[in-house]
């Protein structure tokens, strides 16, 4: 009775060991990292790893279809302003970018916007490459809650040849409000 408790012993402590140690050797890889987790990694890469961007808004374009001709003589469509930014290319040659810009508006006040672009890119001819993207970003302007910072999502176009760019993004809108195109340069140190 004694020696069938001990080999019972070491039969059941050998078939819990079994799964344990198989279970270790076929264990799956951790998880990928959660959708956050990918936000902090993408921004801190680009940050440590980005090179220096100048940024010098041309042209916002106020649709004709959305405005009166009295509120579009009244508009500013040449928005002075400049912007810095950290950009880095990944393995793919996608662009990630952190960005602080700020410009007159519409209305001639200064506009500030801080955030994170993405662009993917497309061979056109020679180092010419033509891109599409998005931001995520905050904006704050003096006639929307006075300077609150305001979130946003708007897509991105591109055209890239070597260091420099030309960017723009549509901000959608009815009636006497968005439909706005907005273009600017850039250019990487």
């Known amino acids: 009775m004694r020696i069938l408790s001990t080999t019972g012993r070491l039969l059941l402590a050998g078939s819990l060991a079994l799964p344990l140690g198989s279970a270790r050797a076929d264990a799956p890889e951790a998880p990928?990292?959660?959708?956050?987790?990918?936000?902090?990694?993408?921004?801190?890469?680009?940050?440590?790893?980005?090179?220096?961007?100048?940024?010098?808004?041309?042209?916002?374009?106020?649709?004709?279809?959305?405005?009166?001709?009295?509120?579009?003589?009244?508009?500013?469509?040449?928005?002075?302003?400049?912007?810095?930014?950290?950009?880095?290319?990944?393995?793919?040659?996608?662009?990630?970018?952190?960005?602080?810009?700020?410009?007159?508006?519409?209305?001639?006040?200064?506009?500030?916007?801080?955030?994170?672009?993405?662009?993917?890119?497309?061979?056109?001819?020679g180092a010419l490459k033509a891109g599409l993207g998005y931001t995520a970003f905050l904006t704050t302007r003096s006639d929307i809650a006075h300077y609150t910072p305001i979130p946003g999502i708007l897509p991105i176009a591109s055209l890239e040849y070597e260091r420099f760019s030309l960017d723009a993004t549509y901000v959608p809108g009815g009636k006497g409000n968005g439909n706005i195109l907005f273009i600017w340069s850039k250019v990487r140190f």
């Open 32 to 125: 990928a990292p959660g959708f956050f987790n990918r936000v902090q990694q993408r921004v801190e890469s680009t940050w440590r790893d980005g090179q220096t961007e100048l940024y010098v808004p041309l042209h916002t374009r106020h649709m004709r279809w959305a405005y009166t001709r009295e509120q579009i003589d009244g508009y500013n469509e040449t928005p002075l302003g400049l912007g810095l930014g950290r950009g880095r290319y990944d393995a793919n040659g996608d662009w990630h970018g952190l960005y602080v810009m700020g410009f007159q508006d519409s209305h001639f006040k200064p506009e500030y916007m801080f955030g994170y672009g993405y662009k993917t890119y497309w061979p056109v001819s």
